[in-house]
C-alpha cells in the first residue's frame, strides 16, 4: 500500500474541509451564524446572501446592509435587503438563529439592528435558515422542507424587486399584504415613497402610489390578461397568475426558460415598474417592458367620465354623452376636473334611459365597484339598471363569450382605449346617446361595431403607401407597414379599388376579427372607410408569416424543435377558440402557413379571415356552391362537395402539422402515377415503419424524438378522408400535450384526379398550378 506524502494528506484534509463547509453554505445554523465577509450560496448557486454596501463605494465603514444578489450575474443586482432602515456602519455584524426561529442582526456591541419578529408554537424543532435557488430566504424546521410550514421567509417581505413564484398581495387568513417599495435612489435602499401592491375591493387589481397618491392602475384581472396592460400576459418566457379566494389575494409570474433570469424592479428614479432581462451576450441588463407605458398610463389624467386616447390630439375627450365641466380649462388641456353628463337624464325610465357600448377599454377605478362571478351580462344590466348610483357594467371575465359581472358606482375614472386589449364597457346614457352611430364617408359600417381611424392618420402612418412600406400583397390588394404617432407599428391592408370579389372578404374580415380577441390570433385594430378607399389595420408582426421560416433553407434554421412546436401548439389553441371557445363558432376555410403570423417573440397568430365563415353555436357545417381556399390545405369534402365544417380547419390543421415538422410544402396536386404529395410521403413512411426519415434535418440535434413522431401520428389523423374520423381541436390539443395511446390512422385519400372548375371539367395534371399558396374559387354545381 502506497504511503502518501505529508503534502498530499494536508490537502487531502482541505479537500474534505472544503466540502463538508460547502454542504452547509446555503444554511445558518445555531452553531453557526454568518459574520460580515461571509455569504451564504444557495444550493443551485443563483443567488448570494451577505453583508453589501450600496452604490460604488468599497468602503466597509460604509452604511451596510444584510442583502440578497444574483450570483450568477457578474454585475452585483441586489434583489432584497433586510435592514433597509437601519443600516451598519462598522463591519461586526453578525447574522444569527435564536433557538426558537428568530433571525436576528447584532452589531459588535449585540444590539439588536434587524430581525424577524417570527413566532412559532412548535415545542420540538430546530430552526435553520437557508437561502433557496429562487432568491427566497427562509426560516424552518431543519426536518421539514415543506414551504406551508416555513416559519418566516422574505418573499413575505420583498423590497423593490418582485422575483419569479413571489406572491404580490394579501393573506387575508393572517392580514399580511406583500407589496413592493423603491429604494430611495441607487445608492440608497432605505424606503422610498414609490410603492406598489394590491387594493382589496370587491374586484381587485394592483396599484402604484407615489406618496399617498395613486400613480398608475393595472387594472383587474379580466380572465385573459390584467385589463389596463396587455403586456403583463401569458408568453412564451413569462406565465402570470392571479388568485382571488377568502384566503388569498395575489399575483405572481414565474419562468417558463430556467436560463432567462428576469425580474421586475420599482424604480423611483424614473418613477415606473421595469422588468430587467439578463443579456448573456453584451453581459448587461436589457429593459422589456416599463409600466406607466405612455401619457395615458398617467392616473385618471382625463378625470371623471373623461377618456384618453393616446393616438389622438388632444388625447382627453368626454366619452358620448358627456361634455367638459370646465371648458375654460378643457381647452387650455387641464382636464383634471373631467366631464359631467350634457343632456337630461330619467333613471330607470323608459324610453329615457339606456347603455352605450364602448370597446377596448381599460375599465375604470374598481375601488367604488361590485362583483358577482356568476351572473350573465344580460342579468348585470338588469342590476346596474335598477339601481340609479349604478353608471357602468361589464363582464369580470372575457373568455369565451364572456362571463361574471362588474358594477361601476359613481364617477367612472381612470378611463382609456386600448388598442391591443381592453374589454366591452357599457356606460349609462341617456336613450338619445344609445342609438347606432354612423359614418359619413360611408353607411356601410352601421351594422357592426369597430374602432374608426382617420384616413389621414393611417396615409401619414404609412407614408403615403410608400413602396418602401410595402410588406406584401394578397388576392385583395397590398399589406403595408405602418408607424403611428405613439410608435406603434401597425400593418395596413388596403383592398384593391378594382376587386369586387375582395369588398364581401373586407366587410367580412372587419365584421369577425372586432368579436375575436386571443394571443394566437392576429388583432384588428380598426379600419377607415373613405368613399374608395378601405383600409384593415392589424397589429404588425415583425417575424413575417411561417413559411417565410419554414420553406426557406436559410430561415429555416432559426426554428429549433422548441419553436416549432411551440408554434404548432399556439395555432392549436387558437383553432380551438375559433370552433369552440370564442361567443362565435368560425370556421377559417384558409388555414396554411403563409396565413400564421408570428410575433416578435415566434408566437404563432391566425390571420386573413376574409373567407372565414360564421356558423351557429349548434352548427358544426354548412355549404357553399362557391369553394375558396388554397390548395394543399382543403379537405376532399370542401374542394368536391363545398362542404365545410370545423373539420374541414382539422384537416388543415393537419397538413400544416406535417409540413412543420417535415419543413416541406405540400405541394397540393397529386396524380395517380406520382408520389410528390406531402400526404402521401408522410403516409408511405408510416407504413414503412420509417416515419423518423419525415423529420426535417435542420432540427435533428434539437429534436425530442417521441414529440416529432406524436405529431405526424396527429397530422395522419387530422387529413383521415372522413370528417368524422378526423379528432376536434380539443382532441387534438389534449393529444398533442400527453403521451396516451393514439389510435392508428387509415390511408389517407390524397389522391384526386378531377375537379370542376367553372362547371368545366378539368385534368388537375394539365390545368393546375401545384403550389399551395394559390388561392382559387371553385363553382360547384348543385
Given at each position: 500500500m502506497a504511503i502518501l506524502p505529508p503534502l498530499t494528506i494536508v490537502l487531502s484534509m482541505l479537500f474534505f474541509l472544503n466540502k463538508a463547509s460547502n454542504a452547509t453554505a446555503d444554511t445558518i445554523t445555531q452553531s453557526q451564524s454568518l459574520q460580515d465577509g461571509e455569504t451564504l450560496v444557495s444550493e443551485g448557486g443563483s443567488f448570494e446572501l451577505g453583508f453589501f454596501t450600496p452604490g460604488s463605494s468599497t468602503n466597509n465603514s460604509a452604511n451596510r446592509y444584510i442583502g440578497i444578489w444574483y450570483k450568477n450575474v457578474p454585475i452585483r443586482t441586489v434583489v432584497w435587503v433586510a435592514n433597509r432602515d437601519n443600516p451598519i456602519n462598522d463591519n461586526s455584524s453578525v447574522l444569527s438563529i435564536t433557538k426558537d426561529g428568530q433571525l436576528l442582526l447584532l452589531n459588535g456591541n449585540n444590539a439588536v439592528l434587524w430581525s424577524t419578529n417570527a413566532t412559532t408554537t412548535k415545542i420540538s424543532f430546530t430552526p435553520v435558515a437557508q437561502l433557496l435557488d429562487t432568491g427566497n430566504l427562509v426560516v424552518r424546521d431543519e426536518k421539514d422542507k415543506n414551504p406551508e410550514n416555513y416559519f418566516w421567509q422574505s418573499f413575505d417581505y420583498p423590497s423593490d424587486t418582485f422575483l419569479p413564484g413571489m406572491k404580490l398581495g394579501w393573506d387575508f387568513r393572517t392580514g399580511l399584504n406583500r407589496r413592493l417599495t423603491a429604494w430611495r435612489n441607487w445608492d440608497d435602499p432605505s424606503p422610498g415613497d414609490y410603492t406598489s401592491g394590491m387594493e382589496p375591493n370587491n374586484n381587485p387589481e394592483t396599484m402604484t402610489w407615489k406618496g399617498s397618491k395613486k400613480y398608475y392602475r393595472i387594472g383587474p384581472f379580466d380572465g385573459i390578461e390584467f385589463s389596463g396592460s396587455p403586456s403583463l400576459k401569458y408568453n412564451l418566457i413569462i406565465n402570470y397568475t392571479y388568485v382571488f379566494n377568502k384566503n388569498e389575494l395575489y399575483t405572481a409570474y414565474f419562468i417558463n426558460d430556467k436560463s432567462v433570469i428576469s425580474r421586475i424592479v420599482l424604480n423611483q428614479t424614473i418613477y415606473a415598474q421595469q422588468r430587467w432581462t439578463w443579456d448573456k451576450d453584451s453581459e448587461s441588463w436589457r429593459s422589456s417592458n416599463s409600466l406607466p407605458g405612455d401619457y395615458c398610463d398617467d392616473y385618471n389624467l382625463c378625470g371623471a367620465f373623461g377618456m384618453c386616447v393616446v393616438n389622438q390630439s388632444p388625447v382627453c375627450r368626454c366619452l358620448d354623452g358627456f361634455k367638459a365641466k370646465s371648458p375654460e380649462s378643457w381647452n387650455v388641456m387641464d382636464w383634471s376636473q373631467g366631464c359631467v353628463r350634457s343632456g337630461n337624464w330619467s333613471c330607470r325610465e323608459n324610453g329615457k334611459d339606456g347603455f352605450v357600448k364602448f370597446s377596448n377599454m381599460k375599465v375604470p377605478d374598481t375601488t367604488r365597484s361590485w362583483l358577482n362571478e356568476s351572473m350573465t351580462l344580460e342579468d348585470c344590466r338588469a342590476k346596474c339598471f335598477e339601481n340609479c348610483s349604478c353608471t357602468a357594467f361589464a363582464n369580470s371575465d372575457i373568455r369565451g363569450e364572456g362571463s361574471g359581472c362588474a358594477i361601476w358606482f359613481g364617477d367612472l375614472l381612470d378611463l382609456r382605449q386600448i388598442q391591443n386589449g381592453g374589454q366591452d364597457l357599457y356606460v349609462r346614457q341617456p336613450v338619445s346617446q344609445t342609438g347606432t352611430k354612423h359614418n359619413n364617408d360611408d353607411k356601410i359600417i352601421e351594422d357592426f361595431e369597430v374602432p374608426l381611424l382617420d384616413f389621414a392618420l393611417i396615409v401619414e402612418a404609412t407614408n403615403d403607401f410608400s413602396s418602401n412600406n410595402k410588406l406584401g400583397e394578397g388576392g385583395f390588394g397590398p399589406v403595408y407597414k405602418g408607424i403611428l404617432p405613439d410608435k406603434q407599428e401597425i400593418a395596413v391592408k388596403r383592398l384593391s379599388r378594382t376587386s369586387n370579389q375582395g369588398l364581401n372578404?373586407?366587410?367580412?374580415?372587419?365584421?369577425?376579427?372586432?368579436?375575436?380577441?386571443?394571443?394566437?390570433?392576429?388583432?384588428?385594430?380598426?379600419?377607415?372607410?373613405?368613399?374608395?378607399?378601405?383600409?384593415?389595420?392589424?397589429?404588425?408582426?415583425?417575424?413575417?408569416?411561417?413559411?417565410?421560416?419554414?420553406?426557406?433553407?436559410?430561415?429555416?434554421?432559426?426554428?429549433?424543435?422548441?419553436?416549432?412546436?411551440?408554434?404548432?401548439?399556439?395555432?392549436?389553441?387558437?383553432?380551438?377558440?375559433?370552433?369552440?371557445?370564442?361567443?362565435?363558432?368560425?370556421?377559417?376555410?384558409?388555414?396554411?402557413?403563409?396565413?400564421?403570423?408570428?410575433?416578435?417573440?415566434?408566437?404563432?397568430?391566425?390571420?386573413?379571415?376574409?373567407?372565414?365563415?360564421?356558423?351557429?353555436?349548434?352548427?358544426?357545417?354548412?355549404?357553399?356552391?362557391?369553394?375558396?381556399?388554397?390548395?394543399?390545405?382543403?379537405?376532399?369534402?370542401?374542394?368536391?362537395?363545398?362542404?365545410?365544417?370545423?373539420?374541414?380547419?382539422?384537416?388543415?390543421?393537419?397538413?400544416?402539422?406535417?409540413?412543420?415538422?417535415?419543413?416541406?410544402?405540400?405541394?397540393?396536386?397529386?396524380?395517380?402515377?406520382?408520389?410528390?404529395?406531402?400526404?402521401?410521403?408522410?403516409?408511405?413512411?408510416?407504413?414503412?415503419?420509417?416515419?423518423?426519415?419525415?423529420?426535417?434535418?435542420?432540427?435533428?440535434?434539437?429534436?425530442?424524438?417521441?414529440?416529432?413522431?406524436?405529431?405526424?401520428?396527429?397530422?395522419?389523423?387530422?387529413?383521415?378522408?372522413?370528417?368524422?374520423?378526423?379528432?376536434?381541436?380539443?382532441?387534438?390539443?389534449?393529444?398533442?400535450?400527453?403521451?396516451?395511446?393514439?389510435?392508428?390512422?387509415?390511408?389517407?385519400?390524397?389522391?384526386?384526379?378531377?375537379?370542376?372548375?367553372?362547371?368545366?371539367?378539368?385534368?388537375?395534371?394539365?390545368?393546375?398550378?401545384?403550389?399551395?399558396?394559390?388561392?382559387?374559387?371553385?363553382?360547384?354545381?348543385?
Open positions: 372578404e373586407f366587410m367580412n374580415e372587419v365584421k369577425l376579427c372586432t368579436k375575436l380577441q386571443h394571443r394566437n390570433l392576429v388583432k384588428v385594430l380598426g379600419c377607415s372607410i373613405r368613399q374608395d378607399e378601405k383600409l384593415l389595420v392589424y397589429e404588425y408582426m415583425p417575424n413575417r408569416s411561417l413559411d417565410f421560416f419554414l420553406f426557406d433553407p436559410t430561415q429555416a434554421k432559426q426554428l429549433d424543435w422548441s419553436k416549432r412546436l411551440f408554434i404548432i401548439n399556439g395555432i392549436a389553441r387558437g383553432l380551438l377558440y375559433l370552433h369552440q371557445d370564442s361567443r362565435l363558432r368560425i370556421i377559417h376555410r384558409d388555414l396554411k402557413a403563409s396565413n400564421i403570423l408570428l410575433d416578435n417573440e415566434m408566437n404563432p397568430k391566425i390571420s386573413d379571415f376574409g373567407l372565414a365563415r360564421l356558423c351557429g353555436s349548434n352548427q358544426n357545417e354548412g355549404n357553399t356552391s362557391k369553394v375558396v381556399g388554397t390548395y394543399g390545405y382543403m379537405a376532399p369534402e370542401y374542394a368536391f362537395d363545398g362542404i365545410f365544417s370545423i373539420k374541414s380547419d382539422v384537416f388543415s390543421f393537419g397538413i400544416l402539422l406535417l409540413e412543420i415538422v417535415s419543413g416541406k410544402k405540400n405541394s397540393g396536386i397529386s396524380h395517380f402515377d406520382n408520389n410528390n404529395n406531402l400526404i402521401a410521403h408522410a403516409w408511405r413512411l408510416w407504413k414503412e415503419g420509417n416515419p423518423i426519415q419525415l423529420i426535417d434535418s435542420y432540427i435533428e440535434d434539437s429534436c425530442i424524438l417521441y414529440e416529432a413522431l406524436r405529431c405526424i401520428h396527429v397530422g395522419l389523423l387530422c387529413v383521415q378522408h372522413r370528417p368524422n374520423e378526423r379528432p376536434n381541436m380539443a382532441t387534438v390539443i389534449m393529444m398533442l400535450s400527453n403521451q396516451n395511446p393514439l389510435p392508428e390512422p387509415k390511408e389517407p385519400n390524397f389522391l384526386i384526379e378531377k375537379i370542376l372548375i367553372d362547371g368545366e371539367t378539368y385534368s388537375t395534371k394539365e390545368k393546375l398550378s401545384t403550389t399551395n399558396e394559390l388561392t382559387i374559387s371553385i363553382l360547384s354545381p348543385r
